[in-house]
């Protein structure tokens, strides 16, 4: 439960320190006074978006403390433990932070820890439910229709597998999206790379080739002024014509004057090296001629692979050296599209498989939803008595979707019917409810949803608004007693609901030199009886109105 609210330099509020007690407090103040601060205030601490407007002019920043009783609620207990957020010295404590500053930027901290904004939303779902003023405005939305009844219905098993086989579904699709970039090859596609693929396979292009290929055509193109060119430098019978042989003799006739001069003798030792390159390049040519066959066949040959090499380039649009590269491209395209085919046939098995386990749970759930629409429906039906509306009956109508997708709230569409006349078809809610009736079935619908809620706070924000006389009283009384089952704290303008409260706090605005406050004081039995008093109404409290109130409140305080 909540426990204390400690507010600093928020809106109209300078400081302010408030306990909260057990059952029902009710809170009130004159229009304008600033109880929905608290409720602002509050709502910073359970994650709601911060605004740089909330912070009291003149000061750098906001600040506000919500302290909560753990008790009854192990399961944040262990989830403040996972994360290493418990209270060291108080485990059962769980204090919520937020500091928010001028510029709209804050900071939340849990038990003094700094924690994302999604952590304080995440607990305060978990601690505490608000019923806002315009909850049966929500009423003429179908969306909250099928919200209400998951709300109040008991089948967390169902929803869960619902929610869970619908994702996994969802990422299996994404997957196969993924996979295939959002376009997987045709059937059309797939075989013109397989033909391009096998034509490639057939060249059979080996690496080096083509050079070697074009090397050699040049050779046997230009293969007898290759042989002339070579035959000039190569020894001949004639050891005249023979390069070396006049390198050995030049160097022999100057070797005798090498002592002579250094530079004869680098002379001498040029041609002696002279000798040997020559007799190597002799020896690298004589090689070649070895190895050399001027056969027209080869030629032929030649041209023609050359030219299929040339063609499939040109009919593949590349160059021909890119050949090698673009089979090996084509290849693992090819393949990648073979094992995309099977892992997409694998993937849609598993959505198949998925999709009859998706059938069978949602039918669970529209069975579940199906009794408790029933349970629901009577429930209502005994608040609305209670509230004047003997007649009114509550209808939920279940029909299933259109099976396009896999819905993570399962296959279900909800409607709100109501039959107010006897004898009268259930009609939706827009077309039939006045402004009261919205009002009261709202009210009744979030009594008994609250009734059944694990959350032990609750805070009803003038959901009484358009009821009075009688019925004003009786919602106090309903109010009171779901004030027995857990902490609730509610917003009203109403003498007849604040009276029934066992708590009361009221909200004040005060003007002082020049400057507003807001500020929230708890009343004592006589205090009560002032504000029950103001609320019944008149500028002058009389004694008639405070006798009225007196006999409301039940109480023999004086004034």
């Not at 909330?54 to 302290?67: E, F, L, P, S």
Request: proline share 3%.
């Amino acid at each position: 439960m909540l426990q204390q609210l400690i507010v600093q330099h928020f809106a109209l509020v300078d400081f302010l320190h408030l306990d909260f007690n057990n059952n029902m407090t009710a809170i009130s103040g004159e229009t304008g006074a600033g109880k929905s601060i608290l409720l602002d205030a509050l709502g910073l601490t359970l994650g709601d978006r911060a605004e740089s407007g909330c912070v009291r002019h003149g000061a750098d920043k906001a600040d506000i403390h919500a302290v909560f009783d753990l008790h009854q609620l192990p399961k944040v207990k262990d989830y403040l433990a996972s994360k290493h957020l418990s209270s060291e010295e108080d485990p059962d404590t769980c204090i919520l932070r937020r500091i928010v500053n001028q510029d709209g930027r804050s900071r939340g901290y849990v038990n003094g820890r700094p924690v994302n904004i999604s952590v304080l939303k995440l607990l305060g779902q978990q601690l505490i439910n608000i019923h806002g003023q315009h909850e049966h405005q929500h009423l003429l939305a179908r969306d909250s229709h099928l919200k209400l009844l998951d709300a109040y219905g008991d089948y967390p098993e169902p929803l869960a597998s619902v929610k869970t086989i619908s994702q996994q579904w969802r990422e299996l699709d994404s997957q196969a999206k993924a996979m295939t970039g959002g376009h997987l090859l045709s059937e059309a596609e797939q075989q013109l790379l397989a033909y391009q693929v096998d034509e490639l396979e057939n060249l059979a292009l080996e690496q080096d080739e083509l050079a070697q290929l074009e090397q050699e055509h040049k050779q046997l193109t230009k293969a007898d002024q290759l042989l002339q060119a070579i035959g000039a430098v190569m020894p001949e019978n004639d050891e005249g014509n023979d390069p070396k042989a006049n390198l050995q003799r030049w160097q022999q006739s100057l070797q005798e004057y090498a002592s002579y001069s250094p530079q004869i003798a680098t002379a001498v030792e040029l041609l002696a090296s002279a000798a040997i390159q020559v007799e190597e390049s002799q020896y690298e040519l004589q090689s070649f001629l070895n190895g050399f066959d001027q056969d027209p066949n080869r030629l032929r040959f030649i041209e023609t692979r050359l030219d299929e090499i040339y063609s499939i380039a040109r009919k593949h649009k590349v160059h021909p050296e890119q050949l090698i590269a673009h089979t090996e491209a084509l290849q693992a395209q090819l393949s990648l599209n073979q094992n995309q085919e099977a892992d997409l046939q694998a993937i849609s098995a598993q959505q198949d498989q998925l999709a009859e386990e998706y059938i069978e749970a949602a039918k669970q759930l529209t069975k579940a939803r199906q009794q408790t629409a029933k349970q629901l429906q009577a429930a209502v039906a005994e608040q609305l008595v209670q509230l004047g509306m003997p007649h009114c009956q509550l209808e939920f109508a279940i029909k299933l979707k259109p099976q396009a997708e896999l819905f993570a709230n399962g296959l279900d569409e909800v409607e709100m019917l109501i039959q107010t006349n006897p004898g009268q078809p259930a009609k939706p809610l827009a077309k039939i409810a006045s402004g009261g009736e919205l009002s009261r079935i709202s009210l009744a619908i979030q009594v008994v949803i609250a009734s059944t809620s694990i959350t032990p706070s609750l805070i009803f924000d003038e959901v009484d608004v358009g009821i009075g006389g009688a019925t004003a009283e009786i919602v106090g009384r309903l109010l009171a007693q779901l004030g027995q089952h857990c902490q609730l704290l509610c917003i009203t303008h109403l003498p007849q609901v604040a009276s029934q409260a066992q708590h009361h706090l009221q909200v004040s605005k005060h003007n002082q030199n020049q400057t507003t406050h807001t500020q929230v004081v708890p009343l004592d039995d006589k205090q009560r009886v002032q504000e029950i008093a103001r609320m019944l109404g008149g500028v002058t409290l009389t004694e008639q109105t405070l006798a009225h109130a007196k006999e409301m409140l039940g109480t023999s305080a004086v004034h």
